[in-house]
């Protein structure tokens, strides 16, 4: 089993920058797709951006592309969400989510293990 624990949410003013943290734990996943999903309150969950268990593809929705970007470090068995120029409608949870293998897709149910979620709060 994966145990995904999401961290660096928090409160910022429009234009400002995050970056979030999902650490792994219960096995190494240097094999496993990860991904990073957003839900903004009273809606459903959508994909962020993903990247594949060879680190060499990356995938970022339309709507963060040049402003967020993931990456991980296996030697720390950690993923990263970098987020710049934060605007209002950034505001969510955002959760962590890792498949075996993965090649970094952007479906819900592409995903095994999920973390809790961290909340971003952007205000303008």
């Known amino acids: 089993q994966v145990q995904l624990v999401e961290s660096g949410g928090g409160s910022v003013q429009a234009g400002g920058s995050l970056r979030l943290s999902c650490a792994a734990s219960?096995?190494?996943?240097?094999?496993?797709?990860l991904a990073w999903f957003r839900q903004p309150p009273g809606k459903e969950r959508d994909f962020v951006a993903a990247i594949a268990w060879t680190g060499s593809s990356t995938t970022h929705a339309d709507s963060v592309k040049g402003r967020f970007t993931i990456s991980r470090d296996n030697a720390k068995n950690t993923m990263f969400l970098q987020m710049n120029s934060l605007k209002p409608e950034d505001t969510a949870t955002y959760y962590c989510?890792?498949?075996?293998w993965g090649s970094g897709r952007t479906g819900l149910s592409d995903y095994s293990y999920w973390g809790q979620g961290t909340q971003v709060t952007v205000s303008s």
């Open positions: 219960g096995r190494t996943v240097w094999n496993y797709g």
């Open positions: 989510a890792a498949q075996l």
